[in-house]
């Protein structure tokens, strides 16, 4: 055998032995089809208040199998439940479809103020009022209000003002019992501001009805969310065809720790350019140094882990690495919430 032939052999060898361990590594997508229902459930923005507004999701279980866990999927700014279950890629971009593989239920919202739910005045949609609506929402999945299923468990899946969302609800509520922030950093890039205007001067919203206080993003922009070494221009083109509002009322100022005690993964995209570029608090680069500076907002309960996806954007379910992240966030929960 010459040294070339040899050479090739163990190539070879070395790319099965690769492609299978990826293979393992990755969620099931179409082994189990999900089974899908919608709701509109009436849920309050105060509380105590009353239940005023309607909050729109689609519950999908893994095929015919009910089982006692649901993950809510929280999306963020300018998005809805799209973001989640994304219609390019043919399930590549759906965590519903990874999660449902992994034998999950999913209930996909669409928060207050975005999609299919209600639109309330700008001035009242703070992140208080979304988390008291999302509890109201977790309160119906233990309960079983929606189909006559009760969840024993419940995982907060979050992304972006979806993490900080979730950040203000545990805190307060103490209502779930593992939970994933993706793309919820604490520090934030001046530059992102520039991507976004008024939704009503925005073609896709102009007779919406909207007050001023409802913004979106410039259009040609979406692509701040990515990077271009893992992004898809199909995804890119129907994100900005689906894109969706946002409210600028204040956040709210959070205790340091913050008083959550339930683990919690935080995974970001290492070019994340809402988080990570022209941010010098952390190095995205090393997932060490952002748990570092990240960790003094987490309780030792919270059994911190932090995961950084190499050369992915702020849109971590929406890159050509949502199968990695899938299988991290999977891989996660299993281990920490069953």
């Known amino acids: 055998m010459t040294r070339s032939v040899r050479v090739r052999q163990l190539a070879l060898a070395f790319a099965l032995v690769c492609g299978t361990l990826l293979a393992l590594a990755m969620p099931v997508r179409a082994a189990t089809t999900p089974t899908c229902s919608t709701y509109t459930l009436h849920v309050r923005i105060a509380d105590p208040g009353p239940a005023d507004q309607t909050l729109w999701g689609r519950l999908c279980y893994p095929g015919s199998t009910r089982p006692s866990k649901v993950q809510l999927l929280v999306h963020g700014s300018m998005y809805n439940h799209v973001y989640w279950d994304f219609p390019v890629g043919n399930g590549l971009y759906s965590y519903v479809k990874a999660a449902a593989g992994a034998g999950y239920a999913t209930f996909n919202v669409d928060r207050i103020g975005d999609g299919n739910s209600s639109h309330p005045p700008s001035a009242q949609l703070d992140i208080p009022a979304g988390a008291v609506a999302l509890h109201d929402v977790i309160t119906k999945l233990r309960a079983g209000s929606l189909d006559g299923h009760a969840f024993s468990r419940v995982a907060w899946i979050g992304h972006s003002n979806g993490s900080y969302h979730a950040m203000y609800e545990i805190s307060r509520y103490h209502d779930v019992d593992a939970t994933i922030l993706t793309g919820g950093l604490h520090g934030i890039n001046p530059d992102a501001g520039s991507v976004i205007y008024p939704a009503v001067q925005d073609p896709k919203f102009a007779g919406s009805g909207l007050d001023s206080g409802y913004v979106t993003s410039i259009p040609g922009t979406r692509d701040f969310f990515y990077d271009p070494a893992t992004s898809d221009p199909n995804v890119i083109a129907a994100d900005e065809a689906n894109k969706d509002v946002a409210t600028l009322t204040?956040?709210?100022?959070?205790?340091?720790?913050?008083?959550?005690?339930?683990?919690?993964?935080?995974?970001?995209?290492?070019?994340?350019?809402?988080?990570?570029?022209?941010?010098?608090?952390?190095?995205?680069?090393?997932?060490?140094?952002v748990k570092a500076y990240e960790g003094q907002f987490y309780k030792p309960e919270a059994h911190l882990t932090v995961e950084m996806i190499p050369g992915t954007g702020h849109d971590l379910a929406l890159s050509t690495t949502a199968p990695q992240t899938d299988a991290l966030m999977l891989a996660w929960l299993k281990t920490n919430f069953g």
Not at 255 to 271: A, E, K, N
Not at 273 to 288: E, F, G, M
């Open 250 to 289: 204040a956040s709210p100022v959070l205790p340091t720790p913050m008083d959550i005690t339930v683990p919690v993964l935080l995974m970001s995209g290492q070019r994340d350019r809402a988080q990570c570029v022209n941010v010098t608090l952390y190095d995205c680069s090393d997932p060490a140094s």
